[in-house]
């Protein structure tokens, strides 16, 4: 009869006996064989492994994915403000060759003469 929780209904042991009996048999004290692992628990711990390589690969493969969004992104910002400052020049030179006293310079440059103000301007067809 064996108790394993309580001391105090623990059956008393033979002292003499069993210790004689270990002592005559040194043989069987260097020889302990252990348990191996039974099948389905071998097939368990290998389940678990190949789960965790799993979620492992699968957690690599999201941060690749992530890592290469994200150097598109920058790639694609820095256009957007190559782009945005290049818009910027453009238009301070359509401002500065829009410049009314510019236009007047090369006009005269060139030879063109102010309309008198006696006689309008008027634009006529083809056809008249």
């Known amino acids: 009869m064996r108790y394993y ?4 209904v623990r059956e008393e042991r033979q002292p003499e006996q069993k ?3 270990r002592a005559a048999s040194p043989q069987t004290a260097s020889q302990v064989r252990r348990k191996s692992i039974p099948v389905g628990e071998k097939l368990l711990y290998l389940l678990t492994v190949f ?5 492992a690969g699968l957690i690599l493969y999201r941060n690749a994915g992530l890592y290469e969004m994200n150097r598109n992104i920058q790639k694609i910002t820095s256009e957007y403000e190559t782009s945005a400052d290049q818009s ?7 401002d500065k060759l829009r410049d009314p006293a510019r236009i007047e310079k090369l006009a005269k440059e060139n030879g063109f003469v102010e309309p008198s103000g006696q006689q309008p301007i008027t634009l006529s ?3 008249d």
């Not at 789960?51 to 979620?55: G, L, S, T």
């Not at 910027?88 to 359509?94: G, H, P, S």
Request: with cysteine; hydrophobic share 35%.
């Open 51 to 55: 789960v965790c390589v799993a979620v």
């Open 88 to 94: 910027k020049e453009l238009q301070r030179e359509v």
């Open 5 to 8: 929780g309580n001391l105090a």
């Open 125 to 127: 067809g083809k056809g």
């Open 19 to 21: 210790k004689q009996q």
